[in-house]
């Protein structure tokens, strides 16, 4: 017998969950952002098509990052092929490249931040873990949500 490698952390969005991202996506837009909500597009790896999905960027220390609440997901995987995407709302489009957090400590605080600005709306994804949680927690969540720093050319 074998042992199994575990599956990376995935949490399936329910139908509910699908509307409600389609409508922040479709807000975003047309310009219309919710506590600093943007749609992300990302170029599909297989299909070629531009993928799009809501997405909070966070700030911390001057840097922009995005944070996959949902773990591994379609459009963590896009944008690890693509090497980056858009950012957009409304008719305001950023296109930039990403650099994955791979420092554990560095994606600690990331995510501590992120969590003290947007907990309230993700707290579900985290097993539990929450700003206030200690830093062995937060790195023990950290492999489970992928985070890339946002690079915008100048």
Known sequence: MTASTPQPYYAKSSRLGLRVNALFGKLARLGISLAG???????GRSSGRMQ???VNPHTHEGSQYLVSVRGHSQWVANIRAAGGGELRVG???RAFT???MTDPARKAAVLRAYLERWGWQVSQ?????TAQSSEA?????AADHPVFRVDVPR
Do not use: D, H, N, Y
Request: charged residues 30%.
């Open 37 to 43: 909500s943007a749609e992300l597009s990302v170029r």
């Open 137 to 141: 927690e937060l790195r023990a969540i």
């Open 91 to 93: 008719r305001k489009v």
């Open 125 to 129: 994804f985290f097993q539990g873990v």
């Open 52 to 54: 799009r999905i809501p």
């Open 98 to 100: 990403v650099t994955e």
